[in-house]
């Protein structure tokens, strides 16, 4: 017993919650241990009669605010937060949304889990118990316009390992991650966006 305490003490101190911890310890150990990380997702999306759709692509993150989520299959996307302003990129279509950061709807799973410390704040949550070898939270959107129902993580070894969002019109997005890296040295250029030459820019800031 002692040798597993100790074990889990050493674990928490860097920013490691032990498997056997619920959903919710976890998730504090990873907002108050991980500042940055980088790895790969897999995204698929569906609900009611429509057909799934699946994605895939990377991630990085460093707290507070700053993410780059980027969409390589099948189609090109990126999605980067600089801490103040929000730039989604769609390359085939050559068109950039900017928006202000603070007080935007989540606009990606980087955006919710990554933005910012102040989980919590924005969602009520709550212990859902172990499945698939995951420890899972339900998170409630505190505001009332969230794009958001309802949004599950599931966290392995203190990271998330997958997450599910449900939307108000059925739609359900189902998100895993691997070869998760935590706490890398980032170079800031990596949450800087330069729309490319001649892209439509729609900036609503």
Sequence with gaps: MLHAALAGAALGAIGIAPARAGGSEQLRSFLGQIRSARGEFTQRVGGGDARVRTSSGSFV????????????????????????????????????????LAGTIPA???????????????????????????????????????????????????????????DGFGQVSQLSFAKVERNPALDPRTFRFTPPPGADVLDSR
Excluded: C, H
């Design 61 to 100: 993150f460093q707290r507070p605010g700053r993410f780059r989520w980027t969409y390589s299959q099948p189609y090109e996307q990126v999605i980067v937060a600089d801490g103040e302003t929000l730039y989604l990129y769609d390359k085939d279509l050559n068109q950039v949304t900017v928006k202000r």
């Design 108 to 166: 990606s799973p980087a955006s919710i889990l990554f933005g910012s410390d102040q989980f919590d704040r924005e969602f009520e949550v709550r212990d859902a118990g172990a499945r698939d070898g995951m420890q899972w939270i339900v998170a409630t959107p505190r505001a009332r316009d969230s794009a958001f129902e309802r949004i599950e993580i599931g966290f392995r070894d203190g990271l998330p390992a997958a997450m599910l969002l449900a």
